[in-house]
């Protein structure tokens, strides 16, 4: 039981980390996108 807990919070754990690491993706992707389009390189 206690061990299903731990993999439990690992696995909230690493979900977290994947979705802030995906929108810290997309952001930096956008801001690009929007320097170029603004013409600043």
């Not at 977290?16 to 930096?28: D, E, K, P």
């Amino acid at each position: 039981m206690k061990a299903r807990l731990w993999l439990g919070r690992i696995g909230w754990m690493a979900l977290i980390w994947t979705l802030s690491v995906a929108a810290l993706g997309i952001v930096a992707t956008l801001l690009h996108y929007l320097m170029r389009a603004a013409g600043m390189h």
